[in-house]
């Protein structure tokens, strides 16, 4: 298990380094001209030319990645072009708000497409297709037209949840909650569609093995076979679309902050994006990455525990 620990980490290690030199090297050919923002258009040649020399952008490439690399190993993802804000603090303060809704999503998708699934392969008939029209539906309508019938019909006309803003947890747990709540539905909508599809299909197949029929035959309670043996031989496929699903989430997000209003990691992505600033765009890229790759190596090890023969091998 150590050798595997260490295998996905620094494989978790290159594609941080990948992505992020990728990256870098993708913001030099947006054709933004970021200090020409900055300085203004009335600026003249001299005050451009000294900006630019300012950031280190009359260096080539390689030195100037070079420059950012070593800062980021020691903790240091530099400052932003307009702002001046160090982009740690800025991480610092946006990335809870981006997690709360991006986990509750996880969290939300996990126990409702389990259900969902469950219950389909186990019943079958109509609800059985109940549940697969709605597995469809819920994979094809966009979150972002989820988000705003939540946002309209729930938090303005209904007035159950608030409709924008967002509490800190260390404010009040009540008003987090409620603030995360439309957010992490609308964003889940998609994921509990397609992991509850992959959860019945698995159960489904699972139940007809003989191993089932064979526990039955010992008098096993079904409730037993259920959740004991056949959930769990079924949950590592699950597991595997449930992973999959979380990149899904962290991109859908910067579309449901814009909806409901949150300061998250997505809206400053966007912004710094638009804006061409380079050291927000690569703080915000390598956090949300390592956080992608934390996630599946916890995947994985679930998928071992589940599963003894992976764990084995």
């Not at 029209?133 to 159950?160: E, H, N, T």
């Not at 209003?261 to 061409?276: H, K, P």
Request: avoid cysteine; proline fraction near 3%.
């Amino acid at each position: 298990m150590i050798v595997f620990l260490v295998r996905r980490i620094a494989a978790g290690l290159v594609l941080v380094l990948v992505i992020a030199t990728t990256t870098f090297a993708l913001m030099g050919l947006t054709g933004s001209d970021p200090v020409r923002q900055i300085v203004g258009q009335t600026a003249t040649q001299q005050q451009v030319t000294a900006k630019s020399a300012e950031l280190g952008l009359d260096q080539p490439f390689v030195v100037r990645y070079g420059h950012w690399l070593a800062d980021a190993v020691h903790g240091n993802l530099g400052s932003s072009w307009f702002s001046g804000e160090s982009v740690t603090t800025s991480l610092e303060n946006k990335l809870p708000v981006t997690l709360s809704i991006v986990l509750a999503a996880l969290l939300l998708s996990a126990v409702l497409s389990t259900v969902l699934g469950v219950a389909a392969a186990v019943r079958r008939g109509a609800l059985d297709q109940v549940v697969q029209l709605l597995a469809v539906l819920g994979f094809a309508v966009p979150s972002f037209l989820v988000a705003l019938v939540f946002a309209v019909v729930i938090g303005v006309d209904l007035g159950w949840l608030p409709a924008t803003g967002y509490v800190p947890l260390a404010d009040s747990a009540g008003g987090w909650l409620k603030s995360i709540t439309l957010p992490a539905l609308s964003l889940s909508v998609g994921a509990i569609a397609a992991t509850a599809q992959q959860v019945r299909g698995s159960m489904v197949d699972v139940l007809r093995a003989d191993y089932v029929r064979t526990l039955r035959s010992r008098g096993i309670s079904e409730r037993s076979l259920l959740f004991r043996h056949a959930l769990r031989n079924a949950a590592p496929a699950a597991l595997t679309v449930l992973a999959l699903q979380f990149i899904g989430l962290v991109g859908g997000a910067v579309v449901v902050e814009k909806v409901f209003g949150l300061n998250g990691i997505g809206s400053e992505a966007t912004s710094a994006g638009s804006q061409g600033d380079t050291p927000v765009v690569m703080g915000v890229v390598v956090v949300m990455v390592a956080l992608v790759v934390v996630v599946n190596i916890l995947m994985d090890l679930a998928y071992g525990w589940l599963n003894p023969k992976v764990r084995v091998g």
